[in-house]
């Protein structure tokens, strides 16, 4: 993207060998793109086409993140539809590596009321995918919901509450060792502490265990992020 972007998330396609780059672009309305990434043995990346998979303003506390479903082979992109925030939706990318295009399926909602801090993992046992986010249409509530990818499509469980209070800056790893998803996130209603609590997926539903405080003191810093290192068997948290 030669104009100026935001947001930028990363995911890798262990099918095709390929990345998928998703962002907003500034320079074009604040739409929501992504483009595939192909990387040489010299470690030089090279590009497809961008195509847009929102055309309205997407933007909003970190509202963009992309995971890959390695059982269906498909990535799945969740984004705030809103430049000041709007609706969680969902869209199914799939990547041709023959010309390193990109399509979508079609876009499904995931929560009605104003979404962010959105981040998602995919659960490799239960061949799910969990996304995380606020809530700001009921009190900043810090929820999560089920998600599952059939075809070119996506759909949704019932979602569910973490964190009765206002939550900022969630991220999500899935432990593959354990089988569970780890949430992690500033809790703003309690010091602005940082804050962990563990979910385990059922079916098409998510519950919680009891959240624990991760950093006794408040977090400033504007972002967080995770992920589960599968040699050592632990989730690392950056703030």
Known sequence: ESGASELTKVAFDSNSNRILVVYCDDDDSDKGKAVVGTVASDGTISYGTPAIFNDSATKEYFGINVVFDSNVNKFLIVYGDGSTGGPGRARVATVDSSDNSVTFGTEATFES??????????????????????DTDDSNYGKAIVGTISGTDVTFGSAATFESANTQHINIAYDSTNN???IFYRNAASSSYGTAIVGTVSGNSIS???AVTFQNSEITADQMDCIFDSNANKVVIFY
């Open 208 to 210: 919680f265990g009891t």
């Open 113 to 134: 009321g104003n979404s962010d801090y959105i981040s998602a993992a995919f659960d490799s046992t239960a061949n799910k995918i969990v996304i995380a986010y606020r």
């Open 180 to 182: 569970k998803h780890v």
